[in-house]
C-alpha cells in the first residue's frame, strides 16, 4: 500500500518509524509543517517528522497550506492509496480528503468519541481518567467525527504526568495504525460510526489553564500538576513571584485546617498545602528566573514559610506566567 504520512511533532514520528519500517507498506511522501522559529534565539527549527524524513530519505514539502493547489499537485503526483494524518497541525478540506482511494486514516490520542480536540492526553489527566487510549479513523470535514477503525485501551498510571503517557500513546498508536493500515489493505476492517450521545472534548489549552487554583480539591489540583508536565506547566504566585509547581501528591483528602492556598506544614517531601478540600504536598517546583528543584531544597533554602498564602491576595490563584511550552 502506497502511503502519504502527514504529521509535525514528536507524537507522530514512531507513527512514521513503524510504517517506514514494515515491507508491506510504502511511503511514497511525507507532509509536514514549515520549520518555525524557536527558542531563545528564535532560530528556525525543523519539526521532529521532518527531521525523521530527511534521515529514512523520504520525498517531503513543507506547505503553509496543504490545501493549497501546488500541495494537492505533488500528493496527486505521489498517487498514495492512503493518507495518513498523525497530529499534522493543518485541517483537510473535501478535496483532499477524498483523493486517496483508501481514505485519510487518522490517529487520535483518545477512546473516541471521547476527547475530541487538539489535547485529549492533557485533559484525560487533568480530568482525573484511569483509563484512555489511542483510535484510528477515517477522516471528515468535521474534527475527529469519522468513523472509527480501531481502538486500544491504556490504563493511566496513578502519578503519570501528560509527557509520560504522550509518549506511551505515541509509540502505542503508531503500532495500532501499522495494524490499521494493513488490515485496510486485505479488506479485514469495519468502520464503525461514533455515537455522538458520549462525544466529549479536549480544547486547545489556554494561559488561564496553567493557574493553580487552590479552592479546588486536593485531588484536582494533583491531577492539573500531572496534566501540565512537561508542557506547558502550573503555577502559582510566591512572593509576588512565579513560582512553578511541576510535582505533588495528595496528602490528606478531606482535612480542612486552613484558607485554601496556605502553607501549613512541612513534610520529608515538599510543603503542605491547604486545598479547598484536603491538602497537597509539593514536591518539585521552579522558582521564576531559577531550574526546577526538589521542595525540600526549596524549603532548606528558606524560601518558603508556614502560614505564607499562595497565589493572589485571595490564595485561590496566581497571576500571568509563561508557557514554558515543550
Request: hydrophobic share 40%; glycine share 10%; with cysteine.
Amino acid at each position: 500500500m502506497r502511503i502519504v504520512f502527514m504529521g509535525t511533532p514528536e507524537f507522530a514520528v514512531p507513527s512514521l518509524r513503524f510504517i517506514a519500517e514494515n515491507p508491506d507498506l510504502k511511503i511514497v511522501g511525507v507532509v509536514t509543517q514549515p520549520d518555525r522559529p524557536k527558542g531563545r534565539g528564535k532560530k528556525l527549527k525543523a519539526p521532529p517528522v521532518k527531521e525523521l524524513a530527511l534521515e529514512l530519505g523520504l520525498p517531503l514539502i513543507q506547505p503553509a497550506s496543504v490545501n493549497s493547489q501546488e500541495a494537492l499537485d505533488v500528493i496527486s503526483r505521489w498517487n498514495p492509496d492512503a493518507v495518513v494524518v498523525v497530529a499534522f497541525g493543518q485541517i483537510l478540506k473535501s478535496q483532499l480528503l477524498s483523493l486517496p482511494p483508501k481514505g485519510c486514516i487518522n490517529l487520535h490520542a483518545s477512546l473516541l468519541p471521547r476527547y475530541r480536540g487538539a489535547a485529549p492526553i492533557h485533559w484525560a489527566i487533568i480530568n482525573g481518567e484511569k483509563v484512555t487510549g489511542v483510535t484510528t479513523q477515517f477522516m471528515s470535514e468535521k474534527l475527529d467525527a469519522g468513523d472509527i477503525l480501531l481502538q486500544e485501551e491504556v490504563e493511566i498510571g496513578p502519578e503519570e504526568t501528560v509527557g509520560e503517557l504522550h509518549d506511551r500513546l505515541a509509540d502505542i498508536g503508531g503500532r495500532l495504525l501499522v495494524k490499521t493500515l494493513l488490515l485496510l489493505a486485505q479488506g479485514r476492517v469495519e468502520p464503525r460510526k461514533q455515537d455522538e450521545s458520549m462525544v466529549s472534548y479536549a480544547p486547545l489549552l489556554t494561559p488561564e489553564d496553567e493557574i493553580i487554583h487552590w479552592n479546588r480539591e486536593a485531588r484536582d489540583i494533583v491531577n492539573h500538576i500531572r496534566g501540565m508536565n512537561p508542557w506547558p506547566g502550573v503555577y502559582t504566585k510566591h512572593n509576588g513571584r512565579i513560582l512553578k509547581i511541576w510535582r505533588a501528591r495528595v496528602y490528606d483528602e478531606e482535612r480542612v485546617l486552613d484558607i485554601p492556598g496556605k502553607v501549613v506544614d512541612f513534610d520529608e517531601e515538599g510543603f503542605v498545602v491547604q486545598a479547598g478540600r484536603g491538602q497537597i504536598v509539593v514536591v518539585e517546583v521552579q522558582p521564576e528566573g531559577k531550574s526546577k528543584m526538589f521542595a525540600s531544597d526549596f524549603i532548606n533554602g528558606r524560601n518558603i514559610e508556614k502560614g505564607q498564602i499562595l497565589g493572589e491576595e485571595s490564595g485561590n490563584s496566581g497571576g500571568t506566567g509563561d508557557s514554558n511550552e515543550g
